[in-house]
């Protein structure tokens, strides 16, 4: 297993259109969770998956996100009308239900908003 | 709410020199905390994990201490090298139903040759 991979890597984009991030976890990590992080911060909490069900999510996560785990496999974060303010790195990690806080992360997918 | 501080919030040592981290935590009731590489531009990477129970956690040159009660952990680097330079977050984990980790904003540590 390669760890958590996250794609794309890198996306640039107009504000008003739509974005879609994929996260895919360790394989037998049944905990997938979604951060935000801007320079000079550390990662901020979004939400978080336990299989399939999306169990908690943050004052963070307005209205123009959304997060699925429709198989509880991979996951998928939309933001949907994006602003110059959701420039951001997107981070994703994954852990057993037994090992909380043992959070595995993946490289991050960066967004810039023009 | 917990809130976490790192302090210092930057720092530059010569090679060799050992150096320490300081975070702290508002709440007290945490599960474990754990302590984070981050490379510019990177994910974040796992250097050591403290469980509530235990005072310390050791890996190579890194050491880490926990102190539930007045709310501290500290990461002792030892005989600094180039290649530490990254940012170190700290991370304690609650107790409550939720699950996610709370961040403070890390130190950034440069080690010059």
């Known amino acids: 297993d390669t760890g958590v991979s996250q794609d794309p890597r890198h996306k640039i984009t107009k504000r008003g259109q739509n974005v879609t991030f994929r996260c895919d976890p360790i394989?037998?990590?049944?905990?997938l969770y979604w951060y935000r992080q801007t320079l000079g911060q550390g990662p901020e909490f979004l939400t978080y998956?336990?299989?399939?069900?999306?169990?908690?999510k943050s004052r963070l996560l307005s209205d123009r996100f959304s997060a699925e785990r429709p198989k509880g496999s991979f996951s998928t974060l939309e933001i949907q009308r994006t602003e110059q303010g959701d420039s951001a790195m997107y981070l994703c990690?994954?852990?057993?239900?037994?090992?909380?806080?043992?959070?595995?992360f993946g490289e991050g997918s960066r967004l810039t908003v023009l | 709410k917990q809130e976490v501080t790192q302090i210092p919030a930057a720092l530059s040592v010569p090679e060799g020199e050992n150096l320490v981290l300081n975070c702290s935590f508002t709440?007290?009731?945490?599960?474990?905390l754990q302590w984070f590489r981050q490379d510019p531009g990177k994910g974040l990477t796992s250097l050591l994990l403290i469980q509530s129970s235990q005072r310390e956690q050791t890996s190579g040159r890194l050491n880490a201490s926990l102190d539930k009660s007045s709310g501290r952990s500290t990461l002792y680097i030892a005989a600094s090298q180039p290649g530490d330079s990254a940012t170190y977050l700290c991370?304690?984990?609650?107790?409550?139903?939720?699950?996610?980790?709370?961040f403070g904003k890390g130190t950034t540590l440069s080690v010059s040759s």
């Open positions: 990690a994954s852990s057993l239900e037994y090992s909380p806080g043992e959070l595995f």
């Open positions: 394989s037998e990590h049944n905990r």
């Open positions: 991370a304690p984990l609650r107790y409550q139903a939720g699950t996610a980790l709370i």
């Open positions: 998956f336990q299989n399939e069900a999306q169990l908690e």
């Open positions: 709440d007290s009731a945490i599960y474990n």
